[in-house]
T-cell receptor, first 114, second 115 residues
Framework: NAGVTQTPKFRILKIGQSMTLQCAQD?????MYWYRQDPGMGLKLIYY???????DKGEVPNGYNVSRSTTEDFPLRLELAAPSQTSVYFC?????????????FGSGTRLTVV | AQKVTQAQTEISVVEKEDVTLDCVYE???????LFWYKQPPSGELVFLIR??????QNEISGRYSWNFQKSTSSFNFTITASQVVDSAVYFC????????????FGAGTILRVKS
């Protein structure tokens, strides 16, 4: 099915370890995003991209890095994981022009840093 | 900067009751989009509605209805005859650009529907 695919679904990291959360979409969407959702909270934007080769910071970018080498993929890199990065991470995509459905979200990655 | 406020942290109702979830937003833009998403216990985010700032008509979809009032910067969501399956966290969101991109989310309202 078309949509946004995130891997892995769950991960436990030790403090100081690094990892990459993968995100891929097959809808040819220009915009892609990474959000984090802390327990009992709304979603906060980490990074976003308006197209291949273009990325920009969101509200909470510290401790993360992204790249967008293709339209389809938008990986999120955590360097030196900290307990404060324990969260659920959602990747999403959208058109830059008006479309019928707005965002499409992935199913999320639940990350625990211990 | 854009801001979305969902003042109701948690609401509990009994099945078949009507319930309204409040959403108040702040923006300086004249063109923007508003959204509602549902997050059931399984955790995925389910798109419910997107509304353009130029369209203030109320919308009804089955048991769901939305009331958009620019005069009060509100975009409230009503569930009629609630069901247990409506139990979820509901998020209101506002786009940071005029095309519906870069969403800013409210903190969410937990809705518990008891049988």
């Amino acid at each position: 099915n078309a949509g946004v695919t995130q891997t892995p679904k769950f991960r436990i990291l030790k403090i100081g370890q690094s990892m990459t959360l993968q995100c891929a979409q097959d809808m040819n969407h220009n915009y892609m995003y990474w959000y984090r959702q802390d327990p009992g909270m709304g979603l906060k934007l980490i990074y976003y991209s308006v197209g291949a080769g273009i990325t920009d910071k969101g509200e909470v970018p510290n401790g993360y890095n992204v790249s967008r080498s293709t339209t389809e993929d938008f990986p999120l890199r955590l360097e030196l994981a900290a307990p404060s990065q324990t969260s659920v991470y959602f990747c999403a995509s959208s058109y830059s022009l008006e479309g019928p459905y707005g965002y499409t979200f992935g199913s999320g990655t639940r990350l625990t840093v211990v | 900067a854009q801001k979305v406020t969902q003042a109701q942290t948690e609401i509990s109702v009994v099945e078949k009751e009507d319930v309204t979830l409040d959403c108040v937003y702040e923006t300086r833009d004249t063109t923007y989009y508003l959204f509602w998403y549902k997050q059931p216990p399984s955790g995925e985010l389910v798109f419910l509605i997107r509304r353009n700032s130029f369209d203030e008509q109320n919308e009804i979809s089955g048991r769901y209805s939305w009331n958009f009032q620019k005069s009060t910067s509100s975009f409230n969501f009503t569930i009629t005859a609630s069901q247990v399956v409506d139990s979820a966290v509901y998020f209101c969101a506002l786009s940071e650009d005029g095309y519906g991109n870069k969403l800013v989310f409210g903190a969410g309202t937990i809705l518990r529907v008891k049988s």
